[in-house]
């Protein structure tokens, strides 16, 4: 371990006898080990003390998880930054900035600051060495064994009842949080039942599955059709 290892490490251990009242042992179990066997890649890191937790965000790591982690290029080109939502959260945390030559103490806009300094160029350098980052952030749906027009009467007999719980339905299949270029919703529909089934595949692997249940109007009276409700309506609902 270096000397400035070392006293990074004992700076840490002031901070945790000074604001810490329980679990003082995260600080030991997780923190300090970490630090130990980092290596100049792994700065800079924001500490966040508690009066019963500690929690290090891994700043350094960030490129190598970006590059190697498609899901991570997603999550950017959707506006998401991986370490801003423990920054909302902080309930009158303590936050520290842990750099090769020492940790000293930052406030909540800074360390949102350092933040941006960290994965906006790490972006920027994967862009231009591979080039565009994806565009299309939303979820394809498939729809099989059923046509355009089925789909469109269906959608019409819900109108027809004051109702969007169909549409609604599809929306948010196609809004779901994009994580893969080879991700779809695929929706099967079955005549006989009049009912759909889903799936999300990612990467050729399934995901979520369920269906998309008709439950009745007012005028034929309430369907269960297999799937209860925790508060029956009409319309379609979907279940998983």
């Not at 060495?129 to 299309?136: A, D, V």
């Amino acid at each position: 371990m270096t000397p400035n290892i070392s006293k990074i490490i004992q700076t840490m251990s002031n901070i945790v006898a000074d604001v810490m009242t329980s679990f003082q042992s995260d600080f030991e179990n997780f923190d300090r080990p970490y630090i130990e066997n980092a290596d100049s890649s792994k700065f800079p890191m924001i500490w966040i003390v508690g009066k019963s937790h500690t929690h290090l965000l891994n700043l350094g790591e960030y490129e190598e998880h970006f590059s190697e982690n498609e899901v991570a290029r997603f999550v950017y080109v959707q506006g998401g930054n991986p370490f801003l939502s423990f920054l909302d959260a902080l309930g009158g945390d303590h936050l520290f900035l842990i750099e090769l030559d020492g940790v000293r103490e930052i406030t909540e806009k800074q360390a949102r600051e350092v933040c941006r300094d960290i994965v906006i160029p790490v972006a920027e350098k994967w862009i231009k060495e591979n080039g565009p980052l994806p565009t299309k952030v939303q979820v394809p749906v498939k729809f099989f064994n059923i046509t355009l027009s089925k789909i469109k009467e269906l959608i019409r007999e819900c109108e027809a009842h004051n109702d969007n719980s169909l549409i609604e339905i599809f929306r948010r299949f196609h809004n779901y949080r994009r994580v893969a270029k080879d991700q779809y919703i695929q929706i099967s529909y079955n005549p006989g039942y009049n009912e759909f089934t889903f799936c999300e595949y990612t990467d050729e692997k399934q995901g979520l599955v369920g269906g998309i249940i008709f439950h009745g109007w007012p005028e034929t009276g309430y369907m269960v059709n297999g799937s209860y409700q925790m508060e029956p309506t009409y319309g379609w609902s979907s279940h998983t």
